[in-house]
């Protein structure tokens, strides 16, 4: 199974941005959209945006649409979410995978801790 190594995560006020990125241990193929998800303090692992193999395609859940971009740079195996203007609710362990729709495929990985507070 590809594995994942997620980063860039840390603590920021309310309205800061931060980049998080997604190494894959290998090449996912050809066909494979690849999602963020995100497990916030008592609650379960929850979708967050999904972006189909060239790009051209984005999903987003509704609480981050105009404040979250995905992106990915397949030659390089990795996948981005941009984080703008952010919430405390956004405080959250976020983990990446493939996805069929917006379902996950793989096992998990560590996940990258983002704290939002003042």
């Known amino acids: 199974q590809v594995q994942f190594v997620e980063s860039g995560g840390g603590s920021v006020q309310p309205g800061g941005f931060l980049r998080l990125s997604c190494a894959a241990s290998?090449?996912?193929?050809?066909?494979?959209?690849m999602g963020w998800f995100r497990q916030r303090p008592g609650n379960k692992r929850e979708f967050v945006a999904a972006?189909?193999?060239?790009?051209?395609?984005?999903d987003y859940t509704n609480s981050v649409k105009g404040r979250f971009t995905i992106s990915r740079e397949n030659a390089k195996k990795t996948v981005y979410l941009q984080m703008n203007s952010l919430k405390p609710g956004d405080t959250a362990v976020y983990y990446c995978?493939?996805?069929?729709?917006?379902?996950?495929?793989?096992?998990w990985g560590q996940g990258t801790q983002v704290t939002v507070s003042s």
């Open positions: 995978n493939t996805v069929i729709g917006r379902s996950p495929r793989q096992s």
């Open positions: 972006i189909n193999w060239s790009g051209n395609s984005t």
């Open positions: 290998e090449p996912t193929s050809s066909n494979s959209a």
